[in-house]
């Protein structure tokens, strides 16, 4: 059902784990849905990220679009990982099953805010984040009844 | 990897060599529909009767009693559409539990569609049924009561006899869905009273596609497949001869040595239970400990997930299921697992394995061995068990 890369991403993932000193942690999704996504960015003065980290407790596609997405975001600018979307995280993956599109979202969410988190501290404004609210439950999911 | 360890036997079985072999002639060289006079259509209808009373003598029931199927959930519509519309003058309230399958849940929501009342009765944490509850439910209009033999995912065996006996006492109709129950039960239906009784032969090593429903003589009943004169009138379609052939066979065979297979799956079940009790933390298993399935094992690991749980067992070659909703393709966790109390944290977390005939006991061990990484994997890394493990500290 999933793809080569998928799995990699998910049997090998990229940057497991937490920064102690990070800048920015976000943490996003609820254990009722069956998935939590929480993000460590390491950013310098510069406004650039040298290191993440992320901890996911979730399915497959949770594990390897977390791990997908560390690895598009790191190096990045702030201002650029917040242009991350899902769809670009799932092309990075060669694709996920319809069903498991939704996974995705979590990814993008927990760097947006790891991000939020980060810029409210230090009273910074980013454009990107206009709407954002990273307690906006993780319901994307839950919205229609099963017949 | 391909699976060479399966653990998925409550999903479906592998036909068996001398089911196969019973099978293979009816589909080419006694092809002959059974409805024909002729000679090749005779020996369908000879090979089709032979079924029949090899399934009956499996239920303690009467040849005529039992009528073939497309499958389990074939049966259960048949048995509970059926039973409602016949009924429908008597009144309009079935009674069923929350544990059904999906093929009782979701016909009895149809049902509720068109008029019927429904009530679904809640269970408790092992997933049993109460007989006060079934007694307090029952009102003057209750036409059927629907309660499942065993349960699919967590394995619990109802108290089929006292529930039978109390829609017996009231002159209801009752049905059961022992699809997951036979071939691993002993099934007397004249002892337990039952009216109507669904099974499937590709759960006990017979092919996929043919189940029967077993109808007490005399039970009021509406057809769900109208056409021509088969099964007496009451299932139309041309018969699927080879699968009923098949089923009849697999029906013999499973109740041969019932005795001692259900010992040995017991046997192998609770070793692996306790294996994987003992050696891996923060688990518990979920259902009865013993008014269970022989084969059932189901187990929540907490602070992981099942699809990820089944992806990594996938690729050590160990085919299991889970009650998480990432691998229902629905959204919401296990309703049975929800039903019983658990979280839906623990139900995400649920891995079901079900052992069969051509489990060994080798296999349990490589399971129990390889489980334990894979789980540590998973929670090193899951920021839930980092909470728990700073608690711990």
Redo the contacts between chains.
């Keep these: 059902m ?1 793809n080569e890369k998928v ?1 990699d991403h ?2 090998n ?1 990229r940057n ?1 784990g ?1 920064i102690e000193d990070a800048e920015a942690i976000g ?1 996003v999704g609820n ?8 993000m460590y960015l390491k950013i310098d003065n510069n406004d650039v990220i040298t290191d993440v980290k992320f ?9 390897a679009t977390s791990s997908m997405a560390t690895e598009m975001i790191k190096g990045k600018t702030v201002k650029e990982a917040l242009k991350l979307t899902n769809m670009a995280v799932v092309e990075a993956l060669d694709g996920l099953p319809p ?2 599109v939704h ?1 995705s979202v979590l990814a993008e969410r927990a760097v947006k805010a790891a991000i939020y988190n980060y810029a409210k501290a230090r009273n910074l404004m980013y454009e990107e984040l206009e709407g954002f609210d990273p307690n906006d439950g993780h319901d994307h ?2 919205d ?1 009844e ?2 | 990897m391909c699976t060479q360890f399966y653990f998925d036997y409550a999903a479906t079985t592998p036909v068996k060599k001398e089911v196969l072999e019973e099978m293979l002639p009816f589909f080419n060289a006694d092809f002959g529909n059974p409805s024909s006079i002729y000679n090749i259509g005779r020996r369908g209808k000879n090979a089709v009767d032979i079924a029949r009373d090899r399934i009956a003598k499996t239920l303690n029931s009467k040849s005529e009693e039992i009528f073939f199927t497309g499958g389990g959930s074939e049966s259960d519509n048949w048995a509970i559409k059926g039973v409602a519309f016949a009924n429908r003058d008597k009144g309009n309230h079935i009674i069923t539990s929350k544990i059904e399958h999906h093929a009782v849940l ?1 016909t009895c929501k149809y049902l509720e569609r068109e008029g019927f009342e429904v009530t679904y009765l809640s269970v408790d944490k092992y997933g049993l049924v109460s007989t006060d509850d079934l007694k307090n439910a029952i009102r003057d209009n209750t036409i059927l009561i629907s309660i499942m033999y065993a349960n699919n995912e967590i394995g619990t065996i109802q108290p089929i006899k006292e529930l039978a006996g109390i829609a017996k006492e009231k002159g209801i109709i009752f049905h059961t869905d022992a699809v997951q129950a036979y071939g691993n039960e002993i099934i007397d239906v004249e002892d337990l009273g039952i009216d109507l009784l669904s099974v499937s032969a590709h759960k006990i090593y017979g092919p996929k596609g043919v189940g029967a429903l077993y109808i007490r003589k005399g039970t009021k009943i509406h057809k769900l497949i109208h056409g021509g004169g088969q099964e007496k009138m009451r299932r139309a379609g041309t018969e699927n001869t080879p699968g009923i052939v098949g089923f009849g066979k697999a029906a013999e065979m499973a109740y041969e040595n019932i005795e001692e297979h259900i010992e040995r799956l017991t046997g192998l079940r609770d070793k692996l239970i306790d294996g994987i009790i003992t050696k891996i933390e923060h688990t518990e298993l979920n259902g009865h400990p013993t008014k269970r399935l022989p084969g059932n094992v189901n187990i929540s690991f907490e ?6 749980l089944l ?2 067992l996938d ?1 050590e070659g160990i085919a299991a299921s889970s009650g ?4 229902s ?5 296990s309703h049975v697992l929800t039903a019983t109390g658990l ?3 623990k139900a ?1 977390g649920s891995l079901r394995l079900t052992l069969g005939d051509f489990t060994t006991e080798d296999e349990i061990d490589y399971v129990i061995e390889k489980l334990q990484p894979i789980v540590n994997r998973l929670r ?7 909470n728990v493990r700073g608690k711990d500290e």
Excluded: W
């Design positions: 999933y799995m998910f049997m993932p497991v937490e943490e254990p009722r849905c069956g998935d939590i996504m929480r901890k996911t407790y979730g399915c497959g596609s949770a594990i069903a498991k996974c999911h839950h229609h099963e017949e | 979701q602070f992981i997930e099942g699809e990820a992806l990594s690729m998480s909703a990432c691998t393709g629905s959204l919401n966790p979280t839906h944290e995400h090193n890394m899951s920021p839930l068990y980092e």
